[in-house]
């Protein structure tokens, strides 16, 4: 088996492995935004509940005020019916009309406060409504993601172990390479040969479409050495089709 292909093992069984860590990162990722979701909307709510609370004291407050005030009109209407003078009596009156307006205001305010409480109140229901939508979501998707690790644990476990022996077969040098060019690549540290024009023996690289030279197609034909695209630099391999397709021209030839 030459470099190319004991490469190509490797690379294999990192696309599987790729493929699996990347349905629990979905899936992992799905469950986060359902958590931030979640953690949001839960902010939401207790701020617009503290808020609550707190017109509702200060409507509370309001409230007391108002009662203050009527027991001190009460105490003003009774001194003008007990004025000893015109005089004292337009005084009283004055401080009487006086007290009455912060009267309205400030009942103006407590009723305006217990309207606000109202409103508040709605909109702490409206988002506990869609807290508990949001929990069966990010319940579901914490369960998925539980199931999507369960699922591939063993046989993630099984391709880390066929990846550690399939690395072993092959020569540190090319190993080293092949590593440099999936961190590079996303893991995509190879491509495979696609022929474009049999006739005009046109082949480009599968991942960067750029030009390979009939060349490099013979190495590979040859399992003599490694070959690289000249623009992206992977390591080039022949797909089976291909190989074997080459193999039944050189047959009909002989």
């Known amino acids: 088996m030459s470099i190319t292909d004991k490469l190509l093992s490797l690379y294999?069984?990192?696309?599987?492995?790729?493929?699996l860590t990347s349905?629990?990162?979905?899936?992992?990722?799905?469950?986060?935004?359902?958590?931030?979701?979640?953690?949001?909307?839960?902010?939401?709510r207790n701020a617009a509940h503290t808020q609550a609370r707190q017109i509702a004291a200060t409507a509370?407050?309001?409230?007391?005020?108002?009662?203050?005030?009527?027991?001190?009109?009460?105490?003003?209407?009774?001194?003008?019916?007990?004025?000893?003078?015109?005089?004292?009596?337009?005084?009283?009156?004055?401080?009487?009309?006086?007290?009455k307006a912060d009267r309205e205001r400030i009942e103006t305010e407590?009723?305006?406060?217990?309207?606000?409480?109202?409103?508040?109140n709605v909109q702490v229901a409206e988002i506990e409504a869609e807290i508990e939508q949001r929990r069966k979501v990010h319940d579901v998707a914490a369960q998925q993601l539980e199931k999507e690790q369960g699922e591939i644990a063993s046989r993630l476990e099984e391709l880390k172990t066929r990846r550690v022996e399939a690395a072993r077969a092959v020569p540190a040098e090319a190993i080293a390479e092949f590593e440099l060019l999936a961190r590079r690549n996303d893991g995509?540290?190879?491509?495979?040969?696609v022929e474009?024009?049999?006739?005009?023996?046109?082949?480009?690289?599968?991942?960067?479409?750029m030009t390979v030279p009939v060349e490099l197609v013979s190495v590979l034909l040859s399992r003599a050495?490694?070959?690289?695209?000249?623009?992206?630099?992977?390591?080039?391999?022949?797909?089976?089709?291909?190989?074997?397709?080459?193999?039944?021209?050189?047959?009909?030839?002989s």
């Not at 690289?228 to 030839?253: H, M, Q, T």
């Open 12 to 19: 294999r069984i990192d696309q599987q492995i790729q493929g």
């Open 188 to 193: 995509e540290a190879m491509a495979e040969i």
């Open 23 to 44: 349905r629990v990162n979905a899936a992992r990722r799905y469950y986060e935004t359902q958590q931030r979701q979640l953690t949001d909307l839960e902010s939401r």
């Open 196 to 209: 474009e024009d049999r006739r005009r023996q046109e082949y480009c690289c599968g991942a960067c479409n």
């Open 225 to 253: 050495a490694m070959a690289n695209c000249p623009s992206c630099r992977r390591i080039l391999y022949l797909p089976e089709e291909l190989r074997d397709d080459f193999d039944r021209r050189l047959a009909g030839r």
């Open 110 to 120: 407590a009723i305006e406060s217990l309207g606000k409480v109202d409103s508040m």
């Open 60 to 99: 509370a407050n309001l409230e007391t005020d108002v009662k203050g005030l009527d027991a001190r009109i009460e105490e003003l209407r009774k001194r003008m019916n007990e004025a000893q003078s015109a005089k004292e009596y337009k005084a009283v009156l004055t401080e009487l009309n006086t007290v």
